[in-house]
């Protein structure tokens, strides 16, 4: 029987590392260690007093512990798990990218006054499951033992239920709609013969590279190139001089005897008969 400790090294690096983050977060805020005011997202505070860090703090917290948050702490766990356990098997920069960019265009539209949320955190959740649901369409679901339901349904299911218990359902439609917008961009748009080539930047396979954690199929770069190295310098091998001088030498013999075999071969050029010869009157 496995332990907590070992479900929890057996969980992918980014769905962990977003999972825990989460989890430290709100459990901050729950010991009173700082305000929810100085993460959320106010974008006045960022340009005006440059309070950058507000543009990302925001979508590590799912709101105080509760039961909502619960929920989204295991939509995480099983939704983005079985993501990166499947269409992003060994494409850990590739599912890196997919929160890049669901963060970056949730930035863009909530800079919309209409479309303002202050946490981001619920929408990034509801993009991975959109992205799921896209991905395992004829998945069966059973929501709470009474509903059983596809795959393809799920996050419209869970929408109602957030609208049934009286929950803001504005950070599920944006997290929805980010989700669609990767989706249509990495696989609809592809498939229809589209002209945009929607592909991770060099640069999110860098950071990956440079974290060392998971892996990346025909990765444009080494995954951790400093792991393992001790000394670093100029590296000789051992009798490497000598071994050159006799590779240098048998390089001359050979090209010596290509030589040899290429003029014997261009003075038997034109002769009709061979053998010993000779002189008349001996």
């Known amino acids: 029987m496995s332990t907590p400790a070992d479900y929890y090294r057996s969980l992918p690096p980014v769905s962990k590392t977003y999972g825990v983050l989460c989890l430290m977060i709100s459990a901050a805020y729950y010991l ?19 309070q950058i860090w507000r543009l990302i703090t925001n979508f590590f917290f799912l709101g105080p512990f509760s039961f909502p948050f619960a929920i989204r702490l295991i939509m995480i766990a099983k939704y983005g798990v079985s993501l990166e356990r499947g269409p992003f098997d060994k494409r850990t920069a590739d599912y890196v990218w997919m929160f890049i960019f669901g963060a970056l265009s949730l930035l863009v539209i909530t800079f919309v006054p209409f479309f303002r949320v202050r946490f981001l955190g619920v929408s990034i959740v509801y993009m991975i499951t959109y992205v799921w649901s896209r991905e395992f369409p004829n998945a069966r679901i059973n929501i709470y033992g009474v509903v059983s339901l596809k795959g393809f349904y ?24 980010a989700g669609h917008l990767y989706y249509f961009l990495s696989v609809l748009h592809p498939l229809a013969g589209g002209k945009i080539k929607f592909k991770t930047p060099l640069w999110v396979h860098k950071i990956v590279a440079y974290w060392g954690e998971g892996t990346q199929v025909n990765a444009p770069v080494q995954s951790n190139p400093s792991s393992g190295i001790v000394f670093k310098g100029r590296s000789h091998r ?16 050979n090209n010596a005897s290509s030589s040899q ?13 061979r053998g010993r010869s000779y002189r008349l009157n001996e």
């Open 261 to 273: 075999q290429q003029n014997h071969d261009k003075g038997d050029n034109g002769i009709a008969f």
């Open 238 to 253: 051992l009798g490497g001089s000598q071994a050159t001088s006799n590779t240098k030498g048998n390089d001359n013999n």
């Open 154 to 177: 799920l996050p419209w299911a869970l929408l109602a239920l957030d609208l049934i218990f009286g929950s803001p359902i504005k950070p599920n439609i944006l997290g929805m709609l």
């Open 32 to 50: 009173q260690l700082y305000d929810a005011k100085n993460i959320a997202l106010f974008y006045g505070l960022v340009f005006k007093r440059l």
